[in-house]
């Protein structure tokens, strides 16, 4: 791609939260400076919330509780940010092995002692039958999310008041309704509309498999204690192809080739269980940090201005820090 003049940016007042994202120093680098160069472009990111992705686990010890050097590090970048603009990492989604059942408590604690900022885990679950749909880097089994196994474990973040999130492709999402209702007392983040996607058998395919994932994240919504992450739709998988263009897609593309996904999320669960995500570095390989926000705020434009705010922020806040509420 070639690089285009940035965009004005839209509603520049606006708290957001970034309610998913990355750092780390695999697949290249992603670090905190390069996220506050994107924080920095114009949109008022009031604070951020850190995602597992493998980032800094311990290299020694048990394998279970490996993931805590996750935490560790992100409480660290935390606090190297006490007083900047933007809360980054305000908000710490790690890693825990579910598979451990109610075994898992241990490793919870764990994480809740190397930061008062853990708020819950993430044991990615993406899966599909063909080989030409990426696997989570977890190498998930089939039906991860529906085993008694795992709704022990998860069942357990009630106790320490976390959430787990949920990684799936749009045809697990039916596993993800059985998740929720197993474990009633513990919220239940779908990140990503569920995975739509649009690679190896569902290339070509993109009114069908809307079609299914609408019925699928409607029938979802019946479940109170799960809520929605909007944004995480322009990796590769997702087959819109962004990361082909010539010149990278201003926000007006973006949103018009998107806006089905967000605009039926948000019928269907609510502006206050639904939060806008960046998915960086992961969507940068379609679009820039500012003009990913700028196509967000056009997508919600006709919104009130309480309906935005729960979008860009208050639903995050209330489901990562609900002490505060």
């Known amino acids: 791609m070639t690089s285009t003049p940035i ?10 939260c970034d309610a998913h994202h990355h750092l780390w120093h695999h697949s290249g680098t992603y670090w905190l400076d390069e996220l506050l160069a994107d924080t ?80 819950g885990i993430r044991h990615a679950a993406a899966w599909d039958a063909a080989a030409d749909v990426p696997k989570s880097h977890t190498a998930p089994p089939q039906g991860l999310l529906r085993e008694p196994t795992t709704h022990a474990a998860v069942r357990e973040l009630a106790r320490v008041d976390g959430v787990f999130e949920a990684w799936c492709y749009h045809p697990q999402i039916p596993d ?69 263009w010539e010149t990278p897609p201003t926000s007006a593309a973006l949103a018009e080739a998107t806006r089905r996904y967000p605009l039926t999320t948000i019928d269907a669960f609510g502006p206050s269980r639904c939060m806008f995500e960046s998915n960086f570095p992961v969507d940068r390989v379609s679009c820039s940090y500012h003009t ?28 990562y820090w609900p002490q505060e509420g």
């Open 7 to 16: 965009e004005p940016t839209l509603e520049p007042d606006l708290p957001i």
């Open 40 to 119: 920095a472009t114009g949109h008022r990111i009031a604070s951020t919330v850190f995602v597992d992705c493998v980032s800094h686990y311990r290299e020694q010890g048990p394998e279970e509780l490996r993931p805590v050097g996750e935490t560790e590090t992100m409480h660290a970048v935390a606090n190297a940010c006490i007083g900047h603009e933007t809360q980054v990492c305000a908000a710490i989604v790690s890693h825990a092995d579910v598979t451990l059942g109610a075994e898992v408590a241990r490793v919870l604690d764990a994480h809740c002692e190397a930061s008062s900022r853990f708020r």
């Open 176 to 244: 993800v309704a059985v998740l929720a209702h197993a474990c009633p007392d513990v919220t239940i983040v779908l990140n990503h509309y569920g995975g739509p996607l649009g690679v190896g058998p569902y290339a070509g395919r993109a009114d069908e498999v809307f079609d299914d994932w609408r019925r699928e994240i409607t029938a979802l919504a019946e479940l109170p204690n799960v809520v929605v992450k909007l944004g995480g739709l322009h990796m590769r998988r997702n087959g819109f192809g962004f990361e082909n």
């Open 292 to 319: 990913l926000w700028n196509a967000f705020k056009r997508i919600a434009a006709d919104f009130t201005a309480g309906e935005k705010a729960l979008l860009f922020h208050d639903t995050a806040a209330r489901v």
